[in-house]
């Protein structure tokens, strides 16, 4: 039987309408709905009908994002298949640490509602952009950004490509230096400058909600955005992972690699859009690339996945 990851979708791929033919053919994916609704109400009715505006604000991105990761994970499960390994891309970590069993789904959502908040409160009192940087090396991203004081190379998201957070004044004169250096800049879809110094008061006071968080090792090997590696066993370690992912680079391409060197050769997107699908192609090309979003994917990828 071939290893099969499950990756859980990030922030940026919110889309109006997402998750809610998976609820129509999935009873699982229906009841993780249920059970976000109960602790938040309107969270389904956001993911369903939201505007674009309603959704790209982290306090509705999180919580909707983190639910149509988890109602699309638990389609696959309800169907018979059991991931090796689990990683999740940003936001997506939050959503794979509760499909790992490292908390229970109740847990899992207030974390990823006192997260959006914390993350919304420092994007308040620091502002900040982002912006998807191509066709440039890794090297050559962090060489154009080291004459910027406030511009962080913070996802590494594979070959050429490298988003970067920070001042939005900043960021702009650094997109410039990196087109004339050949690159593409995409500003991204998200509302704050992510995994940089930026977040550094939403990790202090995540640090702090974690104390009161119960936390258990992994039932499920776990890879973790910060180190690139399997979470630690032991529960200080966790909370240190978690805590840090936030103000800390996203290291995926590593990730990928990592799982691929331990053995992984088919990955499933779990959530909205398909950037990890297309992230996975990118470095690993001969790997097996599923996703599930809706009710049509899961359909294809539960093809796919019975064929191997």
């Known amino acids: 039987m071939k290893k099969i990851a499950f990756l859980f979708s990030g922030q940026g791929a919110q889309y109006t309408g997402m998750g809610k033919s998976l609820t129509e053919v999935s009873k699982a994916a229906a009841g993780v709905f249920e059970k976000a609704d109960a602790q938040r109400p309107g969270t389904g009715e956001q993911c369903f009908t939201g505007s674009k505006d309603v959704l790209n604000q ?5 919580p ?15 169907n018979g298949f059991e991931p090796a390994c689990v990683a999740g891309f940003s ?17 899992g959502f207030d974390f990823v509602c006192h997260r959006a908040q914390y993350m919304s409160d420092a994007t308040a009192l620091t ?9 440039l090396s890794n090297e050559k991203v962090n060489e ?44 991204l879809a998200v509302s704050g400058a992510f995994h940089s110094p930026f ?12 104390e009161e968080t119960p936390v258990k090792a992994a039932a499920t090997p776990i890879y973790a955005n910060k180190t690139a590696a399997l979470y630690p066993d ?26 691929w060197n331990d053995g992984v050769t088919v990955f499933v997107e779990c959530g909205p859009g398909k950037t990890l699908a297309g992230l996975v192609k990118k470095t690993l090309p001969e790997a097996v690339v599923c996703r599930v979003e809706d009710a ?13």
């Open 58 to 62: 982290t306090l509705n991105t999180q």
């Open 64 to 78: 909707c994002v983190y639910a149509v990761d988890l109602a699309a994970a638990r389609a696959l499960q309800e």
């Open 91 to 107: 936001l997506g970590e939050i959503a794979a640490l509760t499909f790992a069993g490292v908390w229970d789904e109740t847990t």
């Open 127 to 135: 502002g900040g952009s982002m912006a998807a940087i191509l066709k």
């Open 144 to 187: 154009l950004a080291e004459k910027y004081d406030k511009v962080f190379p913070v996802n590494y998201n594979c070959p050429g490509q490298v988003s970067c957070a920070g001042d939005k004044e900043q960021l702009d004169a650094f997109c410039k230096d990196c087109k004339e250096a050949g690159a593409r800049a995409v500003p």
């Open 199 to 210: 977040m550094d008061t939403a990790a202090e006071k995540l640090k702090k909600h974690l």
């Open 234 to 259: 032991d529960e200080a370690g966790i909370r240190q992972n978690i805590a840090d992912q936030v103000n800390h680079p996203v290291r995926w391409q590593e990730t990928l690699e990592t799982m």
């Open 296 to 308: 049509d994917t899961l359909n294809e990828t539960l093809t796919t996945l019975r064929a191997l």
